[in-house]
């Protein structure tokens, strides 16, 4: 339980650390739904990066994103 505990606190580190770190001092003058091609890029970044971390806790448990994803479809067509 220590492990995970340390592992799960240590990916809001990363979270944390990516927030900083791709601060910018702009402000967004987009309406609705647009995004510059900078704001798209460090979404792509993030989710690159969360993805990452997901797949190696999930690695360490013997899964992985692909088996979560039939499992959470399989959830879901189950609740229908």
């Known amino acids: 339980m220590e492990i995970f505990v340390s592992t799960y606190c240590s990916f809001f580190d990363n979270i944390s650390l990516f927030r900083d770190s791709n601060k910018t001092s702009e402000s967004s ?5 647009d995004y510059s091609v900078e704001q798209y890029c460090t979404w792509k970044k993030f989710q690159e990066m969360v993805e990452h971390i ?11 994103i692909e088996k979560l994803e039939r499992a959470l479809d399989e959830i879901s067509s189950e609740s229908m």
């Open 29 to 33: 003058n987009l309406s609705g739904s």
């Open 54 to 64: 997901l797949n190696t806790f999930l690695e360490d448990l013997g899964g992985s």
